[in-house]
């Protein structure tokens, strides 16, 4: 069983900064890539950021790219995602997910990843 448990949301305002975090515990495996995705309220779960098991290789999202950095540390088995110039937009439910093994194919797309954390809510005030 693995768990992903996603933390740091909260209320910022615009062009604030918040740091997400997503620990993973439990019978992980050796290797894996993490993403982060956002659901807005009636709208439909979005890619926001990739990152390699390595850490070497990172994607984002139009919207976020310049603004939100992701990165890693494998002897914590955390995942992180700093939010920077934060705008009303990013507002969202945000998820950390796992996919085990490294590689860059699909890496925008849900169905890809195995495992998911619970989510973690992002209010931004304009």
């Known amino acids: 069983q693995v768990q992903l448990v996603a933390s740091g949301g909260g209320l910022a305002q615009a062009g604030g900064s918040l740091r997400l975090s997503c620990v993973v515990s439990g019978r992980t495996f050796t290797i894996y890539d993490m993403g982060w995705f956002r659901q807005a309220p009636g709208k439909e779960r979005d890619f926001v950021a990739f990152?390699?098991?390595?850490?070497?290789?990172?994607y984002y999202a139009d919207s976020v790219e310049g603004r939100f950095t992701i990165s890693r540390d494998n002897a914590r088995n955390t995942v992180y995602l700093q939010m920077n110039s934060l705008k009303h937009e990013d507002t969202a439910v945000y998820y950390c997910?796992?996919?085990?093994?490294?590689?860059?194919?699909?890496?925008?797309?849900?169905?890809?990843?195995?495992?998911w954390g619970q989510g973690t809510q992002v209010t931004v005030s304009s």
């Open positions: 990152i390699s098991w390595s850490g070497s290789t990172t």
């Open positions: 997910a796992l996919r085990s093994g490294t590689g860059s194919d699909w890496y925008q797309y849900a169905y890809t990843y195995n495992y």
